[in-house]
């Protein structure tokens, strides 16, 4: 019953800007780290950025520099500002949520369904 859905997505000219939004909702008790994952065709899932609870950030060498993680935590949202887009940004992002959905309960993970970003040249 947790939904994590991502918006935002599209098609921008290389060097151009795109923000990324993932709202998530359901059963929810808390919420601990969030975070942005990329998977391009033919490569596997990898990490862009993290952020915990207290606002920490992590980010892939690849985007530091040019991209910025936010949340909101009153609205459970996670936010990814990418400027100076390259093509090799290409890909399908991912928002991921580590969570409780009880008091009792503990961390699990939890996904998006992906939104596609396209950086054309």
């Known amino acids: 019953q947790v939904q994590l859905v991502e918006s935002g997505g599209g098609l921008v000219q290389a060097g151009g800007s795109l923000r990324l939004s993932c709202a998530a909702s359901g059963n929810i008790f808390s919420i601990n780290a969030m975070g942005w994952y990329r998977q391009a065709p033919g490569k596997q899932r990898e990490l862009v950025a993290t952020i915990t609870g207290g606002g920490s950030t992590n980010y892939a060498d690849s985007a530091k520099g040019r991209f910025t993680i936010s949340r909101d935590n009153a609205k459970n949202t996670v936010y990814l500002q990418m400027n100076s887009l390259r093509p090799e940004d290409t890909a399908v992002y991912y928002c991921?949520?580590?969570?409780?959905?009880?008091?009792?309960?503990?961390?699990?993970?939890?996904w998006g369904q992906g939104t596609q970003v396209t950086v054309s040249t």
């Open positions: 991921a949520a580590d969570l409780k959905t009880t008091v009792w309960d503990r961390l699990h993970d939890y």
